[in-house]
């Protein structure tokens, strides 16, 4: 099993099993994982985009790092922080785009910032991938400053989003 570790998170990707209880009953989800019960619940909006990510994992399951949500666990805490999504293989063009949460708790302690620069270093040292994406509302300004500080930039605008992307170095 792929598991990316920082200094103080641990990212796991989450089996369809796993997904499906984080959607469903998260304290069982956090049981199976030996997590500490957290008191958080996913929002409607995140529900519906982990029932995405699920959809597109059981359509392929060998794969299933590059469609599902990564739990991001605090070392110290032994609990869920938040997580972060990919949302498919590589496209064409190399582009490997993600989603992210935070749950409010955990928010303003770097955790996401962390999350990003290793997970945006690991997929930029996977062969096919030369760009990782981000979007986010206009309006997300914390959002913005994580990405800004984990050196994404903006080369993008849309009416409502502005668009991220981190690109592979190649010496």
């Known amino acids: 099993m792929v598991e990316l570790d920082t200094e103080r998170l641990r990212l796991i990707p989450l089996r369809a099993e796993n997904l499906r209880l984080l959607i469903d009953n998260p304290k069982k989800m956090e049981q199976r994982l030996s997590l500490i019960d957290s008191d958080s619940f996913l929002s409607p909006e995140l529900k ?16 299933y790092i590059w469609y599902t949500n990564w739990l991001i666990v605090s070392k110290d805490k032994n609990c869920s922080v938040g997580g972060i999504m990919l949302k498919g293989l590589p496209n064409e063009n190399g582009e490997v785009v993600i989603g992210y949460y ?9 955790y996401m910032t962390e999350t990003i620069i290793n997970l945006k270093n690991w997929l930029l040292n996977q062969s096919d991938v030369m760009y990782v994406i981000a979007d986010t509302d206009k ?3 914390p959002s913005h400053r994580v990405l800004e500080k984990s050196g ?12 991220w992307r981190f ?3 190649i010496p």
């Open 48 to 63: 519906q985009a982990m029932e995405i990510r699920l959809s597109k994992l059981l359509g392929d399951e060998e794969n």
């Open 102 to 110: 935070t749950l409010l708790e955990y928010q303003g302690n770097g």
């Open 139 to 141: 309006d997300n300004i």
């Open 167 to 169: 690109v592979k170095r």
């Open 152 to 163: 994404a930039e903006m080369y993008k605008v849309t009416e409502e989003l502005y668009f």
